[in-house]
């Protein structure tokens, strides 16, 4: 029997405490979860997705479940950055757990003023880039989908920001190893894949996509597949750290990415299911790492495609 | 700060009894963690275990909670409910609750009515015994729509509790108690003493929204019924307007901030139909 596995890892420069995150826009600011993140068991948090305003986000319906997954259409509601600056995040300093920070925006200043503020503030682990929310009419996703613009943001952002920068990406390309190599060219400390796939459910009585929004992005196990195939694509052709996730629902899924070249896993339509679904994932993967008789999960990472040559 | 901490536990069915009207069950579940603190009004939220597909938990209105076991009651709708239906007595759940926040039970009136659409029944004979504990009006009258007679769920129920409970049945077809709908049988059972009454409900939105128009004057606080994703406020998925409001988002989460609003606070126009 082999001593109890390190489970911390580093991830483009943060330390955390466990390899599970939980993922923006799953896990609020950290209040609804607060007995959950007290038991120590999480690597850190990713807030709901910052923008400049306060954005009220889309009318319902939002979500619909789908075959092993949902989708939703949230539409980026949020407090905005002053407001969460103000309220929520002494909230989430008072976790005592690494926090790292989503930003979204409509244009390339307002994630780069939405970053500035954030990043001036103490107690901020990371800031995560999202250039790949599905859900909004313009901005968000159209940042994510060519290496031009993917590459500009990034830089402009990496300007100002004090912390390591993850940049999320979205599955909706013909190449994401082309979009992380972008990223990676504007400065990006590491990659968060994947962010959900565009889809889409009609309501045959009524005729008409259910989503208010029509489309949504779609998550949960799912994905899990597709998620998997994009960490080995970017960890065989990109050399950056990579946050895995995509329907990951225990610990074994977990170790697919970490095998496949992550370095650290999030959590998030599965916190939906069960509020200690971080908890139970990390405490899956110190299994699988005993039985493995590894004693990190760092000497784990990408080692699939050692076995697949 | 809230008033309650999202927790999972392994229900037992211990007892699932398939109403008259067939699509509807009675269930007892063996979950004391839920039961002790549930409240009326509040809901859990179930999966069945092992199952990935469906991957949601789906949320039922409490129905009763006493002796660590809750009653809840469902209607088989999807393929979630068309599992729970199938599963015999014994089989293990897993229950996360109680969410939400239940009926707030201050106020004091002369009458109490309680109005429910359909099975919306659910939470309100749990109400009513609440309502008659705490002394909270001296008179409780439930009402209840339904399309037939043979769709009055739990009439029965309510009907035993005759010697302080004032029931009354509507049918839209007539076949029992007052043909109409329950909006138009409170009508006729609250004239008069609307200064004195308060009003609680639990069914559709749209009975729900006629009740606030009718009556903007009369305190009413209503649970409402709607599809929810994570059941703790984190997914945003289940959401109402508000009546808007400066310094207030447009948006209420009804798994967190509800399942029971007051009726005044929401803007009905804006409510998905």
């Known amino acids: ?309 | 700060m809230k008033e309650v901490v999202p927790q999972t536990e392994t229900g037992k069915i211990v007892r699932k009894t398939a109403l008259p009207v067939g699509e509807y069950f009675e269930t007892v579940i063996d979950a004391p963690v839920a039961a002790g603190k549930a409240r009326p009004g509040q809901f859990v939220h179930i999966r069945l275990r092992g199952n990935s597909d469906p991957l949601l938990r789906r949320p039922f209105s409490i129905a009763g909670a006493e002796n660590g076991k809750l009653t809840i009651l469902f209607k088989k709708v999807g393929r979630m409910t068309a599992e729970f239906a199938e599963m015999k007595d014994g089989a293990e759940l897993d229950v996360l609750g109680p969410l939400g926040h239940g009926y707030d039970l201050t106020r004091k009136t002369g009458n109490a009515f309680l109005v429910a659409g359909g099975y919306g029944i659910a939470p309100l004979l749990f109400l009513a015994r609440a309502i008659r504990e705490k002394k909270l009006a001296p008179k409780i009258i439930l009402i209840e729509g339904a399309r037939t007679a043979a769709h009055l769920v739990w009439a029965d129920k309510a009907q035993a509790e005759s010697a302080w409970l004032e029931f009354i049945a509507a049918t839209e077809d007539g076949t029992a108690g007052k043909k109409g709908n329950a909006v138009e049988a409170l009508a006729e059972a609250m004239k008069g003493k609307e200064g004195d009454s308060q009003m609680f409900a639990c069914g559709p939105m749209g009975m729900l929204g006629a009740m606030h128009k009718r009556w903007p004057g009369v305190p009413f606080q209503c649970a409402v019924e709607n599809q929810m994703g994570c059941g703790m406020g984190l997914c945003q998925g289940c959401i109402l307007p508000l009546v808007p409001k400066a310094g207030q988002p447009l948006y209420t989460r009804i798994c967190h901030d509800g399942p029971v609003y007051d009726g005044n606070a929401i803007d009905w126009d804006k409510c998905p139909k």
């Not at chain 1, 972008?182 to 400390?189: E, R, S």
């Open chain 1, 1 to 309: 029997m082999s001593a109890t596995p390190d489970l911390r890892v580093n991830l483009g420069g943060i330390s955390l405490p466990g390899p599970v995150l939980l993922a923006s826009g799953t896990a609020g600011y950290g209040e609804e979860l607060e007995q959950v993140l007290a038991e120590g068991m999480i690597g850190g948090i990713i807030v709901k997705s910052i923008t400049l305003e306060p954005r009220d986000g889309n009318p319902p319906p939002r979500i619909v479940e789908t075959p092993s997954g949902m989708l939703n259409a949230i539409g980026l509601a949020n407090v905005g950055v002053d407001v969460f600056i103000r309220e929520k995040l002494p909230f989430l300093r008072g976790l005592k757990i690494p926090i790292i920070v989503n930003i979204a925006g409509f244009a390339i200043d307002d994630y780069v003023e939405t970053a500035r503020r954030v990043s001036s503030e103490a107690g901020i682990a990371g800031i995560e880039l999202n250039i790949s929310c599905p859900n909004v009419k313009k901005g968000g996703m159209e940042f994510g989908v060519e290496p031009g613009p993917a590459e500009e943001i990034t830089r402009r952002v990496r300007a100002v920001v004090k912390q390591p920068l993850i940049v999320k990406l979205s599955p909706n390309v013909t190449d994401i190893t082309v979009i992380a190599q972008a990223v990676k060219n504007g400065g990006a400390d590491a990659v968060a894949l994947i962010n959900t796939f565009v889809g889409m459910v009609i309501d045959i009585e009524k005729r008409r996509p259910v989503l208010q929004n029509g489309v949504g992005g779609l998550s949960g196990p799912a994905i899990r597949p597709l998620a998997v195939r994009c960490v080995w694509q970017v960890s065989k052709k990109v050399d950056i750290p990579i946050l895995g996730l995509g329907g990951i629902m225990d610990g074994n899924n977990a170790m697919e990415f970490i095998l496949a070249g992550a370095s650290a896993v999030a959590v998030g339509t599965g916190t939906f299911l069960d509020p200690n679904m971080g908890a139970r994932v990390t405490a899956g993967m110190a299994e699988y790492l005993r039985k493995a008789g590894a004693g990190t999960i760092k000497e784990m990472v990408g080692i699939a495609h050692r076995e697949a040559k």
